[in-house]
């Protein structure tokens, strides 16, 4: 097929620009692909932190268009008729946030009959506001199919969209991440840290949904158990971050807790999953995670909670460890398992069995299976 792809590629930051590089590239194996990026993703009204990371290249498409200005109605029309002209045989749209709707929302209007497939990371964004509902549903109810990566999308998608051509699939292993094969003991060497401490991980931008709080509440539990163990914190805090410093130090965790504050360039997240022993995901609410399927690209097993989609990528004490939300109890129990009882459980192995199902060669099947349903 012909095929357009429309999302943030490099040198946009974060996990969705991560995620449409390796998209664009897996496509790119087996059709022919024009790569359509943003010329301005948001506003900096609306976003005042940098968006952009010139620093390393290794998501890279090289010959991507940053045709798109999602805030210009005439910019919009403008690229429409360009992609018009390319006459594709699908058009594949990233979806995580509805302040895409009205440029989504114009855009297809002005593309005329073209098959769409929306990738929906969030059908409905993490933290919800009053008009998110009305906004997805004006963006996501045109003649398209849908990609979602947790039943939980499926079923909040249906919610407006009860008929919609949708294939359910797991979020994708961002095994890319490892781009130097470093073992866990460079890893630690670049981390200065002793080779035989027992290490979590708590990884990304911090946010109340997260559920940092909880991991941070369950630590005294388990350093008493465990005196030697550290937790790394290593993310943007964001205007939260003296709460969690003042948790650190009223929970007296300063030994035990290692913070690694602000944005991590991509060449510099392969050292911290690599020295890691366990990841750590005590979300409150989420759809997916892309750190489960970055610590799967490493072979690090994860505790996650009983939230969204989180438990469909999780096989108890094979590849990890599934808890309640908000549970301290649970998480330090989890921790103590793993290093316990469990310590024999040959962790990569089991992920390793599961690489198939989390391959970007399966997402290409997936998106090609629900292009002919389009037809």
Same mark, same amino acid.
């Given at each position: 097929?012909?095929?357009?792809? *429309?999302?943030?590629?490099?040198?946009?930051?974060?996990?969705?620009?991560?995620?449409?590089?390796?998209?664009?590239?897996?496509?790119?194996?087996?059709?022919?692909?024009?790569? *359509?990026?943003?010329?301005?993703?948001?506003?900096?009204?609306?976003?005042?932190?940098?968006?952009?990371?010139?620093?390393?290249?290794?998501? &890279?498409?090289?010959?991507?268009?940053?045709?798109?200005?999602?805030?210009?109605?005439?910019?919009?029309?403008?690229?429409?008729?360009?992609?018009?002209?390319?006459?594709?045989?699908?058009?594949?749209? &990233?979806?995580?946030?509805?302040?895409?709707?009205?440029?989504?929302?114009?855009?297809?209007?002005?593309?005329?009959?073209?098959?769409?497939?929306?990738?929906?990371?969030?059908?409905?964004?993490?933290?919800?506001?009053?008009?998110?509902?009305?906004?997805?549903?004006?963006?996501?109810?045109?003649?398209?199919?849908?990609?979602?990566?947790?039943?939980?999308?499926?079923?909040?998608?249906?919610?407006?969209?009860?008929?919609?051509?949708?294939?359910?699939?797991?979020?994708?292993?961002?095994?890319?991440?490892?781009?130097?094969?470093?073992?866990?003991?460079?890893?630690?060497?670049?981390?200065?840290?002793?080779?035989?401490?027992?290490?979590?991980?708590?990884?990304?931008?911090?946010?109340?949904?997260?559920?940092?709080?909880?991991?941070?509440?369950?630590?005294?539990?388990?350093?008493?158990?465990?005196?030697?163990?550290?937790?790394?914190?290593?993310?943007?805090?964001? /205007?939260?971050?003296?709460?969690?410093?003042? /948790?650190?130090?009223?929970?007296?965790?300063?030994?035990?807790?290692?913070?690694? +504050?602000?944005?991590?360039?991509?060449?510099?997240?392969?050292?911290?999953?690599?020295?890691?022993?366990?990841?750590?995901?005590?979300? *409150?609410?989420?759809? &997916?995670?892309?750190?489960?399927?970055?610590?799967?690209?490493?072979?690090?097993?994860?505790?996650?909670? +009983?939230?969204?989609?989180?438990?469909?990528?999780? &096989?108890?004490?094979?590849?990890?460890?599934?808890?309640?939300?908000?549970?301290? +109890?649970? *998480?330090?129990?989890?921790?103590?398992?793993?290093?316990?009882?469990?310590?024999?459980?040959?962790?990569?192995?089991?992920?390793?069995?599961?690489?198939?199902?989390?391959?970007? +060669?399966?997402?290409?099947?997936?998106?090609?299976?629900?292009?002919?349903?389009?037809?």
């Amino acid at each position: 097929m012909k095929i357009v792809l *429309i999302g943030p590629v490099y040198p946009y930051k974060g996990g969705i620009a991560h995620y449409t590089g390796l998209l664009c590239r897996a496509l790119r194996e087996r059709h022919d692909v024009v790569m *359509i990026s943003y010329k301005m993703q948001y506003p900096r009204l609306l976003f005042k932190k940098e968006q952009k990371d010139y620093t390393d290249k290794g998501f &890279q498409v090289s010959d991507a268009a940053y045709w798109l200005n999602t805030a210009n109605p005439f910019n919009i029309i403008s690229v429409a008729r360009r992609i018009r002209r390319l006459a594709p045989d699908l058009l594949i749209l &990233q979806w995580w946030h509805p302040y895409f709707a009205p440029c989504y929302y114009l855009l297809l209007k002005a593309v005329g009959r073209v098959p769409v497939v929306f990738t929906c990371h969030n059908v409905f964004p993490h933290e919800r506001f009053p008009l998110d509902r009305f906004l997805s549903r004006m963006a996501l109810c045109g003649r398209a199919g849908y990609i979602v990566h947790s039943h939980m999308d499926e079923d909040d998608l249906k919610t407006f969209r009860p008929d919609a051509p949708c294939v359910v699939t797991p979020h994708p292993s961002y095994n890319a991440f490892r781009m130097q094969g470093m073992s866990r003991e460079q890893a630690r060497g670049l981390l200065r840290m002793d080779a035989h401490t027992p290490m979590l991980l708590f990884f990304g931008f911090v946010r109340e949904y997260k559920g940092l709080t909880y991991l941070l509440d369950a630590m005294p539990s388990i350093t008493a158990a465990m005196p030697g163990l550290q937790l790394w914190v290593v993310g943007d805090f964001g /205007q939260d971050r003296e709460r969690y410093l003042r /948790q650190i130090h009223d929970l007296a965790l300063e030994e035990r807790v290692v913070p690694v +504050e602000g944005y991590v360039p991509d060449r510099e997240v392969e050292k911290y999953f690599a020295a890691a022993d366990l990841v750590v995901c005590p979300y *409150i609410s989420a759809t &997916q995670s892309g750190i489960v399927q970055i610590a799967y690209g490493f072979e690090k097993p994860v505790i996650v909670t +009983e939230v969204g989609g989180l438990p469909e990528v999780v &096989q108890e004490r094979r590849t990890g460890y599934i808890v309640p939300p908000g549970n301290p +109890e649970a *998480i330090a129990d989890a921790v103590l398992r793993f290093y316990g009882q469990d310590a024999g459980v040959d962790w990569a192995n089991n992920i390793r069995k599961e690489a198939e199902t989390f391959s970007w +060669e399966t997402m290409t099947e997936r998106i090609e299976r629900l292009a002919s349903m389009l037809k």
